[in-house]
Structure formats: structure tokens, C-alpha cells
């Protein structure tokens, strides 16, 4: 169980173009995601986290107009990279937090499972 | 602010050996939870071990185990008989309680040797 699918694995675009990443919890709901930009060789910086049916959170420094989060439903949130410049390019990463309060225990409400993420390179 | 060190930025073990990464974390709450995750090169986060900064008692899971020093605020991962699937960036984590946001640390990249 708890299996966060991201698609796609891979993109590569023109520089100007918007690209859109997908983050899907496959057999749990997931109230709040949360999407993560990884550098070579370097930790995961987080972005935003993005809750459903309400507008994201974004981190200091975050350009929000930039990367436009939608979490429409308690299985799916997407991240979409506007006008995408070279300096956007890098790997990302989603995940999520199993919410039900019935069958998750208190204590696994804490932990993210995260997707395979998403390498994008532009042009 | 909450920050979280990990000072060993690449270690190497013996296959069948014990490893011990560093990690250490700085922060003013008394509840908090601390995780360690594997990032292999599929760069797919895999949860590893996680500790409730209320539990006295270091958690373990097969091979892998924690020495948590919440006074030091310290929290090391140990790993025992070593494979080579252990290979991998290992991330050391903090979370504040009821926040759901990690924090994680630079990294600790592991190489198991035949």
C-alpha cells in the first residue's frame, strides 16, 4: 500500500513552454501533498505544499505565478512549470500523506510517501 | 528555525560490515519526529527507520537501527551486515509535530563495497 505514482518520469521542452507534472496517490487519499526540487548531488528543497481543494503554501522564495500547484482531488495534485527557462531545469519530486483517520495509525500520519519524480530538462 | 546536519557527505563500508551516518538537528520543540530515507540511484525516497522524539526507546527495523540522543540532538543511523542494495543517498529528516513538513538534511552518500 501507500504508492505515490509520478508521471512523467522524464520531459524535455522548449525553453518558453509550460510543462505539467503529475502526482497521484494510487491506493490511499491524501489530503495534503507535498512537491520537493532536488539539484545534482544536493537535498530536497521543498516547494510548496498543496492541499486539497485549497490554494498552495509556498516557501520562501517560491515564485508561485512560476509553478502553479492545483490539488483538485484527494488522489491527484499537479505541479505546472510556466514558461519554463533552462534554470528550471531539475528534478522533482511529489509526495503525500495518508490521511484517514480510521485506518492510518496517528503515528504513520507523519510519513510522506514520495513519487519517482520528475527529471526536466529545458532547451 | 529548524536545521538538520548531516556532516559526512560520503562514507564507504565493506559488504557484511557495520556503518554508522551521522546526523545531527537543532531546534528549539520538545515533539518532533526524526526520519532517515534511502534514495537509490532510481532516486525513488524509500522510508528506512523513523523515531517519536517522545519514545526514550531507539527504534529498529531488520538491519537498520538508531541511536537517538534527544539531549544532544543527535540522531545516527546504524546498518548492519551491509549489502550492496544499501547503496544509496541516505537523507536524515526533521519534522515538527502536527506541521506534516520535513526537513531534511544534505545527505550522506553510502557505497558498499564487494
Known amino acids: 500500500g501507500a504508492v505515490v505514482s509520478q508521471h512523467p518520469s522524464r520531459v524535455i521542452c522548449k525553453s518558453g513552454t509550460s510543462v505539467k507534472i503529475e502526482c497521484r496517490s494510487l491506493d490511499f487519499q491524501a489530503t495534503t501533498m507535498f512537491w520537493y526540487r532536488q539539484f545534482p548531488k544536493q537535498s530536497l528543497m521543498l516547494m510548496a505544499t498543496s492541499n486539497e481543494g485549497s490554494k498552495a503554501t509556498y516557501e520562501q522564495g517560491v515564485e508561485k505565478d512560476k509553478f502553479l500547484i492545483n490539488h483538485a482531488s484527494l488522489t491527484l495534485s499537479t505541479l505546472t512549470v510556466t514558461s519554463a527557462h533552462p534554470e528550471d531545469s531539475s528534478f522533482y519530486i511529489c509526495?503525500?500523506?495518508?490521511?484517514?483517520?480510521?485506518?492510518?495509525?496517528?503515528?504513520?500520519?507523519?510519513?510522506?510517501?514520495f513519487g519517482a519524480g520528475t527529471r526536466l530538462s529545458v532547451l | 528555525a529548524q536545521t538538520v546536519t548531516q556532516s559526512q557527505p560520503e562514507m564507504s563500508v565493506q559488504e557484511a560490515e557495520t556503518v554508522t551516518l551521522s546526523c545531527t538537528y537543532d531546534?528549539?520543540?520538545?515533539?518532533?519526529?526524526l526520519f532517515w530515507y534511502k534514495q537509490p540511484p532510481s532516486r525513488q525516497m524509500i522510508l528506512v527507520i523513523r523515531q517519536e522524539a517522545y519514545k526514550q526507546q531507539n527504534a529498529t527495523e531488520n538491519r537498520f537501527s538508531v541511536n537517538f540522543q534527544k539531549a544532544a540532538k543527535s540522531f545516527s543511523l546504524k546498518i548492519s551486515d551491509s549489502q550492496l542494495g544499501d547503496t544509496a543517498m541516505y537523507f536524515c529528516a526533521f519534522m515538527k509535530h502536527r506541521t506534516y513538513k520535513y526537513i531534511f538534511g544534505t545527505g550522506t552518500r553510502l557505497k558498499v563495497l564487494a
Open positions: 531546534t528549539s520543540e520538545s515533539n518532533y519526529y
Open positions: 509526495s503525500a500523506r495518508d490521511w484517514d483517520s480510521v485506518t492510518v495509525p496517528a503515528l504513520a500520519k507523519n510519513i510522506q510517501y
